[in-house]
Structures are given as structure tokens and as C-alpha cells.
């Protein structure tokens, strides 16, 4: 089975930064599109970056800027840079990938289990 795994989240406060990894392990044979999504309490889970096999990357209005999304395709990992953080970021961060797993014809959809960033003001 294919998984998601992140790390990096925390408390911060305004203006800081921090660094999200997201790595996907298992038998996979690629993944395409990867991206971070948030979601705050009683809110919907919304799209922060996303970016494609080649590279290509989208980013949130409320984020341009300030935050940078990249991935290592040797590694299966996907990142984002988190910089001058506002206690609106505050948020559980999820990581997204669209796999292929061994003996797997169809792309699957994962998410990772989240992780918690708090910016303080």
C-alpha cells in the first residue's frame, strides 16, 4: 500500500517560517501531480499549492509569494516553504499525490494524515 507521511508542522510566530515534507512510500511506479492543501476548523479543506510531475506549480491567491512548493521526484517527496507566516495560515496541512502503485493501472488518489501548523501573533 501506498502511503503519505509529513513532517515539519509546529507553532510559529507572525512573520516566521517552516518547512512541510510530505514523503510517499511503497511500491509505486510514479506519481504525477502532487500537492498541500488546509483546512481550518469548521472550514473546508482548500488547495494552498500544487505541482505537476514536470514541475509546473500552482499557488493559492492568499499564499503567492510567501510560500513555494517543489518536490524531489528520487525521493517521492513534496515540499513547501513556508515564509512570513500570518496567523491566518494557521491551519492542519495536508499533502495530496496522485499515484501509480506496482500492478496498478489507475492513478490513486492519497493524503497524508496531516500536520498541525499554529502561527502565533
Known amino acids: 500500500q501506498v502511503q503519505l507521511v509529513e513532517s515539519g508542522g509546529g507553532l510559529v510566530q507572525a512573520g516566521g517560517s517552516l518547512r512541510l515534507s510530505c514523503a510517499a512510500s511503497?511500491?509505486?511506479?510514479?506519481?504525477?501531480?502532487m500537492g498541500w492543501y488546509c483546512q481550518a476548523p469548521g472550514k473546508q479543506r482548500e488547495l494552498v499549492a500544487s505541482?505537476?510531475?514536470?514541475?509546473?506549480?500552482n499557488y493559492a491567491d492568499s499564499v503567492k509569494g510567501r510560500f513555494t512548493i517543489s518536490r524531489d521526484n528520487a525521493k517521492n517527496t513534496v515540499y513547501l516553504q513556508m515564509n512570513s507566516l500570518k496567523p491566518e495560515d494557521t491551519a492542519v496541512y495536508y499533502c495530496n499525490a496522485a499515484v501509480r502503485p506496482y500492478f496498478y493501472q489507475q492513478y490513486v488518489e492519497v493524503w497524508g494524515q496531516g500536520t498541525l501548523v499554529t502561527v502565533s501573533s
Open positions: 511503497g511500491r509505486i511506479i510514479s506519481i504525477d501531480a
Open positions: 505541482i505537476t510531475s514536470g514541475g509546473s506549480t
